[in-house]
């Protein structure tokens, strides 16, 4: 008896990887007016605070994914 797995690990990808690009799918699919309301909500931001020896030093604002790890 084989062990049950899911389709998108079958995929090769992780589950984030498949909720991303299956939202971003479903966004794309929809009609005007819903389409636009659903892609401004698509956006993120946050401030990111850096802290040493107990003190804050900064606060940036991460606004894409790409600038998560800098």
């Not at 819903?34 to 401030?47: D, G, I, R």
Request: net charge positive.
């Amino acid at each position: 008896m084989s062990t049950p797995t899911t389709f998108w690990r079958l995929a090769g990808v992780s589950y984030v990887q498949y909720v991303t690009k299956a939202s971003s799918t479903v966004r794309a699919a929809l009609k005007e007016p819903a389409k636009s309301k659903a892609l401004a909500q698509e956006t993120f931001s946050y401030n990111r605070a850096t802290w040493t020896n107990g003190e804050m030093e900064k606060k940036n604002l991460v606004d894409s994914l790409a600038a998560v790890g800098k």
